[in-house]
Structure formats: C-alpha cells, structure tokens
C-alpha cells in the first residue's frame, strides 16, 4: 500500500490533464528508478537492486521541499543481467531491448514537456548500458535532459564504510548491500553470509584476474557470476550488519537529496540550445 505523501510523488497517481500540467511546470523533473530481478546470493532476494532504487529514492524524494516539479515513475524491475543467468529466478532483457525501452519511454516523457529524466538506477551491470542510451536519447530529444545515475557512485563517505574494495569493485550481495538490507527489512535477509572465492587470495594473485585487472574500474573483464562465485555473492557479506546499514542508508539520502536539489536549483539543460 502506498502511502498518501508517496501517491502525490509518483507521476502515475495523477490524472492525464493533471499530468499535462505538471509536465508543463518549468524545470520538470522525472525520476524512473531501475533495478533488476536477479540473484543475489542465498541470503538476499531477487528484488535486492529494485528495492534499493525504490526505496532510496521515494525517502529522497520525502526530504525535498514538496513544492518542487520532481517525481518518480514506476521501477523498471527487470533489467539487463546477462551475468547472473543460470542461477534460478535471474531474469534479464537484452541490451537492445533496454535501448528500445528507454529511449520509446524517454520520447513520449520530451514530448510532453518533461525537461529532464534521471535514470536512477541500483545494479551495477546496467550502469554503462544507461550511460550509452542516455546519450543517444539526448541527441533525439535535445529539449530534456538525461541524467544517467548509479546509486552506489560518487558517494564520498561510503569510503569510510565499507572497504576500498568493494567501493572500488561494487561488488555484489555483500558487505554493503547484505547491510543496507537490515536496515530496510532483516525479514528479506537470510542467515547466510557467503563470501566469495578471491577473498581468500588476493585479486592480483588470483590467476583468474590477471594483475592489473580488475573486476570493475580502471580495467575491467566483464567477469560471469559463474567465474568467480559458486554462492552468487561477489565479495565478502560477513561483516554485514544493520548498524552499518543504517549508516549507509544516512549516506546515500544525504548524498542524493544534496544532488537532487542541486539539480532542482540548476537551469540545466540549456535551454536556448532547443
Ligand atoms: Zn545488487
């Protein structure tokens, strides 16, 4: 059940002159958050990425003043997760069909007025894939903005949370997401706390990243689940805990309310550029 504050910050609860109007607002601002429904090891469910964008940003979107043009659209729950087939439940839409996707959406949201889209999303394996089709959809459609954003990114205290590693790798199902996890809901969090193969050795070490390699970042190998990890977890969950994740959680609404409302402030896009 949606709350009443909520209802009056998601696009789709309006009615078709309604939306018109709000669309038509200087400075609208549409935020579509993106996840996936893929594994997430033993301990987290399939929703862990959905959840996280949802959830994040609907108490992003509370901390702002209500009379600002923002809101959010429906999740996109189903993402592009080709990494993680073959472990049950993992279900994933080609690259193709996202570009087609966002960039259909996307026209109808510039022909209505909407000036800028944030694409917000929280799994790691579609972040280059949206960065590509948000490009490609601004060229189309000059006269709104697109503004492709990883929950996970830029979010300078989660240095002091969680280990350079993972900061660095966004690893999955463990420290950080096993955490945020039992702030939000330690029902949907299992007793497991797998960690993965490299943690024994170190990833420079291990033959199957050559040195220099990295899992993501500077020189990434687009790496298979099924390269690395048996239990589907890609760093270590063992440390996790709902003291840490409710640190993170302060984290990440800090960082994105500060982003949101400076994003609300700018006049971006150029406007003249039309
Ligand atoms: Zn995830």
Redesign the pocket.
């Known amino acids: 059940m949606i709350e009443i504050h909520s209802k009056k910050l998601r696009f789709d609860y309006y009615s078709w002159p309604k939306a018109k109007e709000l669309a038509s607002q200087k400075g609208s601002t549409l935020v579509w958050p993106f996840g996936?429904t893929e594994q997430?090891g033993p301990h987290l469910p399939l929703i862990?990425?959905t959840f996280f964008a949802e959830n994040i940003l609907k108490e992003v979107l509370e901390r702002l003043p209500i009379e600002l043009p923002i809101w959010m659209l429906p999740s996109q729950s189903i993402g592009f997760s080709p990494e993680h087939l073959g472990f049950p439940g993992t279900l994933s839409i080609s690259a193709n069909l996202m570009i087609e996707l966002v960039t259909e959406i996307g026209q109808q949201l510039a022909e209505i007025g909407i000036t800028r889209l944030v694409l917000f999303n929280?799994?790691?394996g579609q972040i280059g894939l949206l960065q590509a089709v948000a490009r490609q959809l601004r060229v189309e459609c000059p006269s709104m903005a697109v503004l492709p954003c990883f929950l996970w990114s830029g979010v300078q205290s989660l240095n002091e949370l969680i280990p350079d590693k993972e900061v660095e790798e966004g690893l999955?199902?463990a420290l950080a997401?096993t955490s945020l996890m039992l702030s939000f809901d330690g029902d949907l969090v299992g007793n497991e706390r797998p960690f993965s193969k490299e943690e024994e050795s170190c990833v420079e070490n291990d033959t199957k990243v050559p040195f220099g390699w990295s899992l993501e970042g500077a020189a990434p190998c687009a790496w298979l689940t099924k390269d690395i990890s048996d239990t589907g977890v890609i760093g270590d969950s063992r440390g996790a805990n709902k003291q840490l994740g409710d640190s993170l959680r302060n984290a990440l609404l800090d960082h994105w309310t500060k982003l949101f409302l400076s994003l609300m402030e700018s006049n971006w896009p150029n406007f003249d550029y039309k």
């Open positions: 996936a997430h862990t990425d929280a799994h790691g999955h199902a997401e």
